[in-house]
Structures are given as structure tokens and as C-alpha cells.
């Protein structure tokens, strides 16, 4: 049985031009619990044999999510490339949200706090079902890890 999993990844360095303390916090919890727990099988190099655990590597250009995927070995598999024009608006809207968030958490009630995250996972969600459209037929995926992926997605879309 193969294993369907992600065992490392890597965001490109040159992709990410600033990160705060909250930001980068994000991005180490995501990357630890996608380790922990994912399901990820490129289809196409399953296909060709190729078994899991994956190494990806993310990073943007252009505009697309360039998603670099190879095996334990470091050998390239395949390369599976996503435009992210319909995830500019899930992309700010989450960065507003997580930007009201983290100014709540210093200095609001914890209802407030309750209510901000409540929206911050509901525009996750709804970014991490998109997420999931776009990678169908090309990486079998769940929820959680879409939901990971997109928040390194966010992280990697930061301009400062």
C-alpha cells in the first residue's frame, strides 16, 4: 500500500518577502500539523508507479501556485501548476480577518475574539473547498490538508 502522505515541505524562501511573529507562527503550525496528518497522492505519479511519502515544495509565479512534488529521494515526480485568480479574494479576506484577529486577541473581550475566528475559519473553509475543486482529478486530498495548504498558500501571497 502506498503512502499517501506529505513527509516534507517546503515553502520557496524568494516567494515570501516579509512574515511577522503571528505570521510566522501560522506558517509552523500549519507545516507541523500537515506533517502530522495529511492525505496527498498526485495522481499522475501514482499513476506511473510512483509511491509515497511526497516531498512538496510550494512556491508562486506569475500568478500560479507552483506545486513541486518528489519523492523521498528528492527525485522529481511531477510538477502541478494552479492558477490562483479566483483565490485573490478568499487570500485578502483571509489576511483581513487574521489582521483583526490578531489585533483582538491583545485587547478584546473573549466573545469578540470568539466571533472574529469564527469568520476567520469560515472564509478557511470555504478557501480550503476551493482548494479542493482545483486539485480534483489532480491530487487526491482532504479537507484538513487543503486547509493546511491554504494557509501556506496565504502565507506565501504576503507582501508586507
Not at 466573545?111 to 478557501?127: F, K, L, P, S, V
Amino acid at each position: 500500500m502506498a503512502d499517501s502522505r506529505i513527509s516534507h515541505i517546503e515553502l520557496d524562501e524568494a516567494t515570501i518577502l516579509w512574515r511577522n511573529a503571528d505570521i510566522e507562527q501560522e506558517r509552523r503550525i500549519a507545516i507541523f500539523d500537515l506533517i502530522e496528518e495529511n492525505l496527498f497522492r498526485p495522481l499522475r505519479a501514482a499513476e506511473a508507479g510512483h509511491e509515497g511519502p511526497y516531498r512538496l515544495r510550494l512556491a508562486v509565479s506569475d500568478g500560479r501556485l507552483v506545486m513541486d512534488v518528489a519523492n523521498e529521494a528528492q527525485q522529481p515526480l511531477e510538477t502541478l501548476i494552479l492558477g490562483l485568480g479566483r483565490f485573490r479574494r478568499p487570500i485578502r479576506d483571509y489576511f483581513a480577518i487574521c489582521d483583526s484577529y490578531y489585533q483582538a486577541i491583545r485587547k478584546a473581550t473573549a466573545q469578540e475574539i470568539e466571533t472574529i475566528d469564527m469568520a476567520r475559519r469560515g472564509i478557511h473553509n470555504e478557501a480550503a473547498d476551493m482548494l479542493l475543486e482545483r486539485l480534483d482529478g489532480k491530487v487526491e486530498t482532504d479537507f484538513a490538508t487543503a486547509r493546511r495548504l491554504f494557509t501556506l498558500i496565504c502565507v506565501l501571497h504576503i507582501r508586507g
